[in-house]
Nanobody, 122 residues
Framework: VQLQAFGGGAVQAGGSLTLRCEAI???????MGWFRQGTGKQREMVAA???????NYADSVQGRFIISRNNAKNMVYLQMNNLKPEDTAVYYC??????????????????WGQGTKVTVSS
């Protein structure tokens, strides 16, 4: 499956952005996640969601970001509110094909999108 991420951009602190990721291909995807990697930092999970709608969020975004998906359209979304400068990073969507939900372990994801950059200025 090929993942294509869209929606990054530059915003001021306190602003909002919505990222979108489309999965193209015939594989049934169970879980999907958003990860991010800031300059000089390790890649970290931001949010993940199962096919049934169970979610998992990083503590740093809990209450500000919302992950959702449309299974019929093979789309996953990340609504980011009250953005902070520390949210600046390249954001990647990823997909797991298996039935187990390993939300935070990047090694458990089978496919990755190309990344979309988010810049938050103070």
């Amino acid at each position: 499956v090929q993942l294509q991420a869209f929606g990054g951009g530059a915003v001021q602190a306190g602003g909002s952005l919505t990222l979108r990721c489309e999965a193209i291909g015939g594989v049934v995807i169970n879980s999907m996640g958003w990860f991010r990697q800031g300059t000089g930092k390790q890649r970290e999970m931001v949010a993940a969601i199962t096919r049934g709608g169970s979610t998992n969020y990083a503590d740093s975004v809990q209450g500000r970001f919302i992950i959702s998906r449309n299974n019929a359209k093979n789309m996953v979304y990340l609504q980011m509110n009250n953005l902070k400068p520390e949210d600046t990073a390249v954001y990647y969507c990823a997909a797991q094909y298996g039935t187990n939900f390993y939300a935070r372990d990047s090694r458990k994801y089978d496919s990755w999108g190309q990344g979309t950059k988010v810049t938050v200025s103070s």
